[in-house]
């Protein structure tokens, strides 16, 4: 499993979150403690938004503790959103283009979790992907799908229903012509206004989110495992739950995808 955090508030550098928390993303990538990998070595990689509407793009293979650049980047860059991640593949290759987040436009996602048997299915899954879409079908793996089916449903009218329409989706695919667990889903993504993130699994296990106001910085942190224990309790996303997190505040609501 990987693990990932974002950010949306006002102005921090991206260390914030990214390697100074006792508890960093960084420092999850070699010892996190809630899910059955402990190392999450298979990459990394930041999305971030500045002044322009698409995101900035930063993704590699090495492991996240061991990249120089990447501490460099992290310490001089500010940003008001990011997404982070570390990667655990669950199948596909260590390669750039596997790495989260993924973007198109302005659009930034990334997930953790599986997609139950989807190697045995991959290419009816890629079939579902519209022609203009296609193009930013650059890896092998499942959460790419899942976020270019979930642009096809509509995610600048409904993020939650055009996620859940995705999700539902690929979860029909996997129970057609995969196996279990047919879907485990951990995921954020945004707009560059917005961030977004949303808990789910076809079983008992789903992957854990937390996030919480940081009053120190001034925005929200949305992570897959709390980044410090500073007195400032951690709010955890529960399985069947969107998140949508604004200046305004935060807002949870169911999340169903709908399978047949």
């Given at each position: 499993?990987?693990?990932?955090?974002?950010?949306?508030?006002?102005?921090?550098?991206?260390?914030?979150?990214?390697?100074?928390?006792?508890?960093?993303?960084?420092?999850?990538?070699?010892?996190?403690?809630?899910?059955?990998?402990?190392?999450?070595?298979?990459?990394?990689?930041?999305?971030?938004?500045?002044?322009?509407?698409?995101?900035?793009?930063?993704?590699?293979?090495?492991?996240?503790?061991?990249?120089?650049?990447?501490?460099?980047?992290?310490?001089?860059?500010?940003?008001?959103?990011?997404l982070a991640h570390v990667r655990a593949s669950t199948g596909s290759a260590t390669s750039r283009n596997n790495c989260h987040p993924f973007t198109a436009g302005k659009w930034s996602f990334m997930h953790n979790g599986q997609v139950g048997g989807f190697?045995?299915?991959?290419?009816?899954?890629?079939?579902?992907?519209?022609?203009?879409?296609?193009?930013?079908?650059?890896?092998?793996?499942?959460?790419?799908?899942?976020?270019?089916?979930?642009?096809?449903?509509?995610?600048?009218?409904?993020?939650?229903?055009?996620?859940?329409?995705?999700?539902?989706?690929?979860?029909?695919?996997?129970?057609?012509?995969?196996?279990?667990?047919?879907?485990?889903?951990?995921?954020?993504?945004?707009?560059?206004?917005?961030?977004?993130?949303?808990?789910?699994?076809?079983?008992?296990?789903?992957?854990?989110?937390?996030?919480?106001?940081?009053?120190?910085?001034?925005?929200?942190?949305?992570?897959?495992?709390?980044?410090?224990?500073?007195?400032?309790?951690?709010?955890?996303?529960?399985?069947?739950?969107?998140?949508?997190?604004?200046?305004?505040?935060?807002?949870?609501?169911?999340?169903?995808?709908?399978?047949?």
């Amino acid at each position: 499993m990987c693990r990932w955090a974002a950010y949306t508030g006002a102005e921090v550098f991206l260390e914030d979150i990214i390697s100074t928390p006792a508890h960093s993303l960084i420092a999850q990538s070699q010892k996190a403690v809630k899910c059955k990998t402990a190392t999450n070595g298979d990459g990394f990689g930041i999305a971030w938004y500045g002044r322009r509407q698409e995101p900035g793009l930063y993704r590699d293979v090495y492991p996240a503790w061991s990249d120089c650049n990447l501490r460099a980047l992290v310490h001089q860059v500010q940003s008001r959103l990011f997404l982070a991640h570390v990667r655990a593949s669950t199948g596909s290759a260590t390669s750039r283009n596997n790495c989260h987040p993924f973007t198109a436009g302005k659009w930034s996602f990334m997930h953790n979790g599986q997609v139950g048997g989807f190697e045995k299915f991959r290419r009816h899954a890629d079939m579902c992907i519209p022609d203009e879409l296609y193009e930013h079908r650059k890896g092998a793996t499942d959460s790419e799908v899942l976020f270019l089916l979930a642009l096809r449903e509509g995610l600048d009218a409904d993020p939650k229903g055009a996620l859940e329409r995705a999700v539902a989706r690929m979860e029909a695919l996997s129970r057609a012509r995969g196996c279990t667990p047919h879907m485990r889903l951990s995921v954020a993504m945004s707009d560059g206004k917005t961030l977004f993130a949303a808990r789910y699994s076809s079983d008992s296990i789903a992957p854990s989110v937390y996030y919480r106001w940081s009053e120190s910085m001034k925005g929200w942190a949305v992570v897959s495992e709390p980044l410090e224990d500073t007195g400032e309790a951690w709010n955890e996303l529960k399985p069947g739950e969107f998140l949508t997190l604004t200046p305004k505040g935060a807002e949870t609501q169911p999340f169903l995808p709908v399978t047949e």
